[in-house]
């Protein structure tokens, strides 16, 4: 009997095995090698119509010594930071009204959804208007209401441009973080609220005894997602500023992009694999947040 098991069980294992090939092999295909040879043209001086040569660190010595990487790396930081905690504060307070009993709430969760629903190139081309020094909504609405009386250039000035871009930013992607916070707050049994309202809890104390642990796994999962995402970005960027004025908007993907422009691709993929050490924290950090909040 434990003979006919074994060969069972190792009969079963390789059925598990095959089974997983294909999935194997696709992964190898789709991720691995282009992830693997992206890491190696970045330590080659290929470009456009030349394999290029082996050159080690070349390119990660060249971008370490230009003031466009450092304005990317600081650039990236601001707008992941900015964005997301916005995005955090806004889809958290919207969730939470939602939430609530209010009628027209099943409309309103359809409006606040449109900017997530929007192509992120016509969203980005609209607030590309919206923020125009002349005939821009923007102004139109400052200077008629006398709030500002003057024309601002917002996104032709380095004081300016960065907030423009984390605005738009902000609206386009704060419904993925009301809709996956409100799933949360909608799956928390409500006998925790009547119980803590019971021991005479108020809406602070109950948020966070009750919806804040609930709800952290999720923001925890979106603050991952989100972060990565808006690294990653391009459109918001591109679109709105190009990386200007005087990079004062710059962020990893347009200075990659820049790289294709002038066809040097071993530069333009050392840029990207220079953001990979950034991502790999960000992902351990969230994951190990999460581990952390299950034991707990």
Known sequence: MSAARAIFGSSET???????????????????????????????????GNDG??????????????????????????????SDALKLAIGLGLALLVNQRLPGRGLLRSALML?????????????????????????????????????VDWLGQRSTAMPAVIA??????????????????????LEL????????????QRFWAVTWPAIRPVVIVTTLLSSIWTANSFENVWLLTQGGPSDATIVF??????????????????????MLPVLAILVFAGTTMMQRGEEE
Do not use: C, H, K
């Not at 016509?122 to 020094?133: C, H, T």
């Not at 609220?193 to 602070?204: I, K, L, M, P, T």
């Open 14 to 48: 390789r059925f598990a095995y095959t089974l997983l090939l294909p999935v194997s092999i696709l992964l190898a295909g789709l991720v691995a090698y282009p992830f693997g040879y992206a890491i190696y043209v970045s330590f080659t001086d290929r470009v456009v």
């Open 53 to 82: 040569q082996w050159i080690g660190l070349g390119n990660f010595r060249y971008l370490a010594q230009s003031p466009a990487f450092s304005a990317a790396i600081q650039n990236t930081v601001v707008l992941v930071v900015a």
């Open 115 to 151: 900017p997530w629903a929007m192509p992120a190139f016509v969203a980005f081309l609209v607030w590309r208007v919206i923020y125009q020094p002349i005939g821009g909504g923007l102004n139109l609405l400052l200077t008629a209401s006398g709030i500002w009386p003057e024309v």
């Open 168 to 189: 738009a930013s902000v609206w386009r992607g704060f419904p993925f973080w009301f809709v996956s916070i409100l799933a949360a707050l909608q799956n928390i049994p």
């Open 193 to 204: 609220y009547e119980a803590a309202r019971v021991d005479g809890a108020s809406a602070w």
């Open 253 to 274: 993907p347009v200075l990659a992009y820049f790289g294709m422009q002038t066809q040097r691709i071993g530069e333009a993929a050392a840029v990207s694999v220079a």
